[in-house]
């Protein structure tokens, strides 16, 4: 099975930053590299919405419109590791951030399609 840990989260300042980061457990038969990963979030009362995504060779990267141009996904493949960097943050990027890959290469932008998820880490934006 695949296992996700993310961590960085913590509680920060409007327009301050915050890296997180999720490293992710080999599939038996399908390596993390092959994977779709991205991230989403989930603040209270409101529904888990997808934040970014990446391709497997960080080809296509997908973004919410609330956070472009303020996050960015990355991947490490030598390290099992994938990243969310995000900067000026707002009271509104408040949530539990979560970590989700989707066992196949394509069409990563569909963030309805994931089905394997980390535990998530919180991140409280104060105004």
């Known amino acids: 099975q695949v296992q996700l840990v993310e961590s960085g989260g913590g509680s920060v300042q409007a327009g301050g930053s915050l890296r997180l980061s999720c490293v992710v457990s080999k599939v038996s038969d399908n390596t993390y590299s092959s994977n779709c990963m991205a991230w989403f979030r989930q603040a209270p009362g409101k529904a888990r919405e997808g934040v970014a995504a990446i391709s497997p060779g960080r080809l296509s990267v997908y973004y919410a419109d609330s956070v472009k141009g303020r996050f960015t996904i990355s991947r490490d493949n030598a390290k099992d590791t994938i990243y969310l960097e995000m900067n000026n943050l707002k009271s509104d990027d408040t949530a539990i951030y979560y970590c989700?890959?989707?066992?196949?290469?394509?069409?990563?932008?569909?963030?309805?399609?994931?089905?394997?998820w980390g535990q998530g880490t919180q991140v409280t934006v104060s105004s």
């Open positions: 989700a890959t989707l066992l196949r290469t394509w069409r990563c932008g569909a963030f309805n399609e994931y089905n394997y």
